[in-house]
């Protein structure tokens, strides 16, 4: 798998030899000393997948993560904490605050690049559901989605409620995309009834399912109705 990987850590010598093993594995790699410049990079080359550190100076890695994922253009963009904080709370932190995956120094390198392949596959699967009606979405795959929500609709009723693993805070437009999604409707339709874009639709599901840990349409109804996400 290839992609464009943005590389943030203020230790040159591990910068170098991080960049090195992944251009390696046939990714390009973009580096930054720190965290400003690494949000300049990010606004100007659009990376698939961002690996950071978390103790940089002026601006952390949490407050790095923080500045992206308050991002509408970011909040999807997969990325992987590098520490030498190994600590579960700062685990437990760094999930928190949406980080997507977390490599303690000093760590084998095939395990990032394990990591980083993995997130790319997933992101690559995410962003094909979230089309919805975009060409890059398979027509039956997609019917067959629809006619499974549609079937687990008219069964609401007979879906055990459970209570959610973890509170999920949505946003009122996430809130109101999933219960569109809920009913069935694709991404043009949702988009005419929100009376926004269909980017920002795909946007919105996109960030559902990061949030519900889900990859298709119909596991992010089936969690949503499992869970009572929806009215």
């Known amino acids: 798998m290839t992609g464009q990987l943005l590389l943030v850590d203020d230790e040159p010598g591990l910068r170098q030899a991080v960049q090195a093993y992944l251009e390696d594995d046939g990714f390009t790699v973009h580096v930054a000393s720190n965290a400003r410049e690494g949000w300049e990079m990010v606004q100007r080359i659009s990376p698939d997948l961002v690996i950071s550190d978390i103790m940089m100076p002026q601006v952390d890695g949490y407050q790095f993560l923080k500045q992206l994922r308050d ?35 000093p760590f084998d390198p095939d395990e990032l690049v394990a990591i980083v392949t993995n997130l790319l596959g997933r992101r690559a699967a995410v962003t094909k559901a979230a ?101």
């Open 71 to 105: 991002d509408p253009r970011f909040v999807a963009l997969p990325v992987v904490f590098l520490t030498a904080r190994g600590m579960t709370s700062d685990r437990i932190q760094g999930f928190n605050a949406g980080v997507d995956a977390y490599l303690s120094k």
């Open 131 to 231: 089309a919805g009606d975009g060409e890059e979405i398979d027509i039956a795959d997609l019917a067959k989605q629809m006619a499974e929500i549609k079937a687990m609709l008219s069964q609401r009723g007979s879906i055990p409620q459970t209570p959610a693993p973890i509170k999920i805070d949505f946003t009122p437009r996430e809130q109101s995309v999933l219960e569109l999604v809920a009913e069935g409707l694709m991404n043009k339709e949702i988009a005419r009834r929100l009376e926004t874009s269909v980017r920002n639709v795909e946007k919105y599901v996109s960030r559902l399912f990061s949030k519900t840990g889900t990859n298709s349409r119909t596991e992010l109804v089936r969690y949503a109705l499992e869970h009572g996400l929806t009215k």
